[in-house]
């Protein structure tokens, strides 16, 4: 066969013992050279990889370069006599691993001199360090401006009360009533007012009894489940006892004041046993000036049950006066907690006289026995008083004066007096009856339900906020129609009211600079009432307005709120 182009088939090749050549022979290793040679390791044994005679056969073998002349194609690997392969592989290289110091080691070096210097040095800084920052904290807290104590506030200071003076009219009888609790907890009221509703036919003292409710509006029965129902909201029940709320005089007449009011000192047992939470009794100079010490019963029965804030009594006294020295007067001599009169309303003339009747009452009485009102059982709603444009500019009044608001019910809705003071209340009707209002009608709707509005939104902010529950008074401007004051606690966010009470067809807008060290520059408006809200360059709610330049459109009132700036 020729070298060229010819492969050879292993299967056809007899492999045969091959004597060494004569030159091999030269090369053969002595016996001395041969006990040289060093025999291979383990590792290198078990790294070798046999290529049996069959595994062989398998490689594919090709004519070519020297192959082709005879000779043999070296390769790295050495051939065994008996035709096996032996190829070694190297060994795997070892990677070093640090396993750290040993025990007896961290000993040996921890006890050396510098490494002990080194630890004492490391020790001082760290408590130098932290004595450091002791040090800082104490400054920062002692220099500090100082958070002033929160005054306790009696639950009857915490939210609005809200009179219901004729059951029948507000929804015909005591479970009419319970029926609009929940209704009115979303108004975030923290008292109802209730009556009277005992049995007290008009002028005739003889026939009165405290005990007993009157059958034209209930029983006790149904009293205990509304009383319960308005505890589960989380508000309470002042019960008015006025002994003759159907006729003109509240105590009947001098001659027969002293057997009222014994009378009237076991109803007080009667009715606090039941659960109520304070008695409201008009008419209280009356029997002061005729029996001081049966007053100082009824005081000390209704006032001195508890000193908790939240399950004290309520003594409200009711007076026609409206000078605010008499009223001053009279709520420190007769000691009742609340004393409702007409000094807002008789003083609405003329807002410099409101304004300084407000600071008499403010600078000479703490503000939790502060009671701001317009209208009542005599007197009529809100919206009859001031007319229906002022009814959101006097809630805002009432809502951010120092003491507590008290309300008629429906002068959350701009409800009128109709030919009475105890007009039937007007509620929400149902989606079809309100399909058939005609245009008036539902434009009167709209404006109910503008008014709700504002109500919910002044009582949730007044509950929610320092400055409106307890803050300090700060007249900014006074005039004979517009007053401006602010209210500001502490740290908290400050409030600015300002009102200009002219009329929208007479009056004028006011360009007033409400500055003051304890504002900051400018607010932000959160409430603006009136037809001057929409005038030119009045700023509406979310506005920012500078401080400065706050313009007032004619009947129009504005809240400001104005950020604490340390």
Request: glycine share 10%; aromatic share 6%.
């Amino acid at each position: 066969m020729s070298a060229e182009g010819t492969t050879v088939d292993m299967k056809d090749v007899e492999l045969t013992e091959v004597e060494p050549t004569e030159k091999e022979k030269e090369v053969e290793p002595t016996e001395v050279e041969q006990e040289k040679v060093v025999e291979p390791t383990k590792v290198e044994q078990e790294n070798e990889v046999e290529l049996t005679e069959k595994e062989q056969e398998k490689q594919p073998m090709t004519g070519g370069g020297e192959a082709a002349n005879g000779e043999a194609a070296s390769t790295p690997a050495a051939e065994n006599g008996n035709g096996t392969v032996k190829v070694l592989l190297p060994e795997e290289e070892t990677v070093a691993k640090f396993t750290g110091l040993s025990k007896e080691e961290l000993l040996r070096v921890a006890g050396t001199p510098g490494w002990v210097r080194t630890r004492c040095a490391l020790l001082a800084l760290f408590w130098l360090g932290w004595l450091g920052m002791l040090a800082g904290a104490v400054i920062i807290i002692l220099q500090a401006p100082r958070c002033r104590t929160p005054p306790a506030v009696s639950w009857w200071n915490q939210g609005p009360l809200y009179q219901i003076g004729d059951v029948q009219a507000f929804a015909d009888n005591l479970p009419g009533v319970q029926q609009k609790v929940s209704q009115l907890a979303k108004l975030k009221l923290k008292g109802l007012v209730l009556g009277p509703v005992h049995v007290a036919p008009e002028d005739q003292p003889q026939r009165l009894d405290f005990h007993n409710i009157s059958p034209d509006v209930g029983n006790l029965r149904q009293f205990r489940d509304l009383l319960q129902a308005v505890h589960k909201k989380n508000m309470f029940l002042v019960l008015d006892l006025t002994p003759n709320y159907h006729g003109n005089q509240p105590w009947y007449s001098n001659i027969t004041v002293t057997t009222v009011a014994e009378e009237l000192k076991s109803a007080l047992m009667f009715w606090l046993k039941e659960g109520v939470d304070g008695v409201l009794l008009a008419g209280v100079e009356q029997v002061m000036a005729a029996e001081p010490s049966l007053w100082a019963d009824i005081r000390a029965i209704v006032q001195n049950r508890s000193d908790d804030v939240d399950s004290k009594k309520v003594l409200v006294g009711v007076t026609d006066g409206g000078s605010a020295p008499g009223v001053s007067a009279l709520l420190g001599s007769s000691g009742v907690d609340l004393l409702l009169s007409d000094v807002l309303r008789s003083t609405a003339a003329d807002a410099t006289e409101r304004a300084q009747s407000v600071q008499l009452l403010v600078a000479a009485h703490p503000q939790g026995r502060l009671a701001w009102n317009l209208g009542g059982r005599s007197q009529g709603h809100l919206a009859s008083l001031v007319g229906s444009s002022g009814v959101k500019g006097h809630q805002l009044l009432l809502f951010t004066l120092p003491g507590t608001p008290v309300f008629n019910y429906g002068d959350e809705i701009g409800l009128l007096d109709q030919e009475t003071t105890f007009p039937t209340m007007l509620w929400d009707s149902s989606p079809e009856a309100e399909q058939e209002l005609n245009g008036t009608a539902k434009e009167d709707r709209e404006w109910r339900s503008s008014v709700l509005q504002a109500f919910r939104g002044l009582s949730e902010l007044r509950g929610a906020e320092p400055a409106l529950l307890y803050g300090d008074l700060l007249l900014l401007h006074n005039a004979s129609s517009s007053l401006a004051y602010a209210r500001v606690w502490d740290q908290s966010a400050r409030f600015l009211a300002a009102f200009n009470w002219g009329s929208e067809e007479e009056g004028v807008a006011l360009d007033l600079d409400l500055s003051h060290p304890l504002l900051g520059p400018e607010g932000v408006v959160v409430m603006a009432t009136g037809a001057g809200a929409q005038g030119p360059g009045a700023a509406g709610p979310g506005a920012a307005v500078a401080l400065e330049a706050v313009r007032l459109g004619p009947g129009q009132a504005l809240l400001i709120r104005v950020p604490y700036r340390g």
